[in-house]
């Protein structure tokens, strides 16, 4: 194993962690299919329980020497069909991602949907499935992935990450029961994902952080702050938040929707520390930021690092070295944060809400190398 | 030159074309700079003249040994000063771009504003500023670009190209006299450029096409469709138009502001014809759609290769082989059309409009291969 543990001063044991959900947990949407992935998964409360939207990621169960088998979402089938390549018509970028070498595009070796799960303590899964939300449209057709769950006005609405032949952009849905799905469309064109929604209005207009990934490097990947009259058309674009040190400075992205604190919209995001030129993925751990709730463009404070991979099931598996949080939930004092770990499990982890709100207040200074508070004007 | 010119059926020769203005005929913006571009015009009609916002591209005048100057625009000076770098220090990507080695990160050449410059006739220039669009703020740190102009609802509004270290985003600003300004802040986060609106609501929306520039090539960069209720909030994002042959198999992009004609909504774009493993930039020329007037996901008709490089201003050049038609006029029954020349100087050419319209109605057929308006439904 790379990963060893430096020493982190910043960070806040958890109180409690455990391993939700693994691959092998999740009976396959299609015979002709096998689960390879059970990871990054939206949480909301409901007054019965708690409802996790799992990304459950999908390869050919069938393996052919000499050939690779990428799935796709087919309109006319309605269904997910496999497209066979030798495997000298396609290079591999990692375990996820091929190019097609005749036409220099990108396809996934698995296509992802999401589950329905149920947790009536937060801690243990009572159920998974049977209920699934699978693509359905072209702008679908490699996978929806990471929805991200925020309640508003008696609704419960998800972001999620739609990728086809026309790039990764990131969509809205939502549901009143999670049975029944309702789509919105694509909120944020190619390439943005990470997209969070606040759960109130603020100054009459709906929030998100969203994360363009442009093709240009003028910047890192950053996050950046939005807002809607109608959660529909988006504007007011600025850029939020970069990167504050090593562990973040390949990439930072929103994690968990914001819950609203006594100090402030709490807002758990991740970041990964793979340099410019570093081959490989690199680790991805997660940290806290505490935003004025009036103005969630002022950053309060800043937490580094505050869940990073260290149980066996966040440090080795499909990608190694990776905790990415997407949902979480407030139980008394308790926080739960739900989270994909390794790129294929689900994970929860917990600490002391008061704790961490006493922490980012004490510790952090308002960090200057990762807000843009000043530089959003134009 | 490795520019030659293949058989193109689908050509309608220009009547008229004529190089309106080089960077030797604008003054520069401040005493240590000099004018390296004057492309990229946009165009409007008033109701005396012909008004252009020219892109205005300077570079360092002074040059020392070993050095490279890279300019910013300031927020403290509220000017554009110059970071020199060693030559060791930078690499370069092509004459605009290089990459900073420390930080890995991307800066321009040169630092761009826009020049009010007017024609009565149309077809040659009478003044050329004074009046400057200057960068005014961190987002457009890197310069303004590609002004695009629309007239809506007795207002003049042009989508401009923001860059910064925040990377390639496009703003919205308008002006009632060419004099005065206003920021509307940005449109589309990073990485989009090519934004163009059309000059009436549409169903009750505004409408815009726009050109996500991913990071992660599953397709290559598409033209886009989006709707907004207020101009500064978007929505009903959906691909639009692909490459339709080997002439835009690189890059397309909204070219001019969409016009209203008897036969649908025009729309000149432009392609680039680069391979994916290709070096150096490509040709880039243009086409001309055609978009049903209540409907504009619905392509009438498409024109390749509408203009190509051929004059000696669009062959040589600070970019060699580019057109990049950014204005268009009709005055009668000529259309004229204003595009950038070799990323140096401003063009104008002339068609007949309705010779246009009919060869586009008699020779297209609706261009399967670059439309995906039954694919955009989520």
Chains 1, 2 share one sequence.
């Not at 929805?147 to 939502?174: D, K, M, Q, W």
């Not at 490989?280 to 806290?288: C, E, K, M, P, Q």
Request: aromatic share 10%; with cysteine.
């Amino acid at each position: 194993m790379e990963f060893s543990m430096p020493v982190r001063p910043q960070r806040l044991p958890r109180l409690f962690h455990h391993c939700l959900l693994r691959p092998g947990d999740v009976p396959p949407s299609q015979d002709d299919l096998k689960v390879v992935g059970a990871f990054n998964p939206g949480a909301v409360e409901t007054p019965e329980e708690v409802v996790l939207l799992v990304r459950v990621a999908e390869a050919a169960r069938e393996q052919r020497a000499g050939y690779v088998a990428l799935p796709r979402w087919d309109r006319g089938a309605n269904r997910v069909v496999l497209d066979w390549f030798t495997e000298d018509e396609v290079e591999f970028e990692d375990a996820r991602v091929v190019i097609v070498k005749s036409t220099g595009r990108k396809r996934l070796t698995s296509v992802s949907h999401f589950a329905v799960c149920r947790s009536r303590d937060g801690r243990t899964l009572d159920a998974v499935g049977p209920i699934r939300f699978l693509p359905a449209s072209e702008s679908e057709e490699y996978g929806v992935e990471d929805a991200r769950i925020t309640p508003l006005e008696g609704r419960f609405y998800f972001t999620y990450v739609a990728v086809s032949r026309h790039g990764v952009a990131t969509a809205l849905a939502s549901t009143g029961d999670f049975k029944t799905f309702e789509r919105h469309g694509i909120l944020f064109p190619p390439e943005n994902k990470d997209v969070v929604l606040f759960p109130e209005t603020i100054g009459g207009r709906y929030m998100a952080l969203h994360r363009p990934n442009p093709a240009q490097h003028f910047s890192p990947p950053e996050m950046w702050l939005a807002s809607s009259p109608d959660l529909l058309h988006w504007g007011g674009h600025r850029p939020f938040f970069g990167s504050t040190g090593d562990w973040d400075r390949g990439r930072v992205g929103a994690g968990t929707p914001p819950i609203r604190t006594s100090a402030g919209w709490l807002e758990i995001y991740h970041g990964n520390d793979r340099r410019p030129n570093d081959t490989g993925i690199g680790t991805y751990s997660a940290g806290a930021l505490l935003l004025n709730l009036d103005d969630p463009s002022r950053i309060r404070a800043a937490l580094s690092e505050m869940l990073v991979p260290e149980a066996d099931y966040e440090r080795e598996g499909f990608v190694p070295n990776v905790v990415f949080p997407t949902g979480v939930v407030t139980r008394g004092s308790s926080l739960l944060v739900y989270y994909g770990a390794a790129d294929e499990c689900c994970a929860v982890a917990e600490w002391r809400l008061p704790d961490l709100l006493s922490r980012l207040l004490e510790t952090s200074q308002t960090p200057e190398a990762g807000r843009f508070g000043s530089a959003s004007s134009t």
